[in-house]
């Protein structure tokens, strides 16, 4: 990352990614007869919505560059908190759910990271560590959910 402009940019487009992912994803299980996975889903959506919003108005004020879908430069080939589309998969448990949207999470965090760990920019390390910080909760508390599931308590957010 060269600028906190590109920072934001990125955040954003992770953001966006996540929201459409996990809708998606939520319309198939729902459409599939999967209601249950269905609505978590949706939930995770809406989460990635908010963050989304918070994103964009952080880079309210800034000239966010227009970066076109070859520009940005992921660890994998897509971005890091878009869940794995074999969720798609009509039969997924919620368990399997829960796992791939701990491991979107946790993508997402390790994506920050690398930019705290490698960033010389001060005002991109301030926004880097809030965002790992905003990362760490949501696996903390998707793992939260896992185990409730496990113990065969309602998840947290029912």
């Not at 198939?28 to 809406?46: K, P």
Request: aromatic share 8%; net charge negative.
């Amino acid at each position: 990352m060269q600028t906190v402009e590109e920072f934001l940019a990125y955040a954003v487009k992770l953001e966006e990614e996540a929201a459409s992912r996990f809708g998606e994803l939520a319309d198939v299980m729902t459409g599939c007869g999967n209601a249950e996975v269905g609505r978590l889903f949706r939930r995770l959506s809406d989460y990635s919505r908010l963050h989304l919003a918070d994103a964009k108005s952080r880079a309210a004020y800034r000239d966010i560059p227009d970066l076109k879908p070859a520009d940005y430069v992921w660890p994998d080939l897509e971005s890091p908190e878009a869940a794995a589309i074999w969720a798609a998969d009509p039969f997924l448990g919620r368990e399997q759910a829960l796992e791939i949207a701990r491991d979107a999470e946790q993508a997402s965090l390790d994506f920050y990271s690398k930019i705290l760990e490698t960033t010389s920019d001060p005002e991109i390390r301030i926004l880097a560590r809030e965002f790992v910080d905003e990362e760490s909760s949501h696996v903390a508390e998707i793992s939260k959910w896992i185990a409730a599931h496990r113990q065969g308590a309602p998840l947290p957010a029912e």
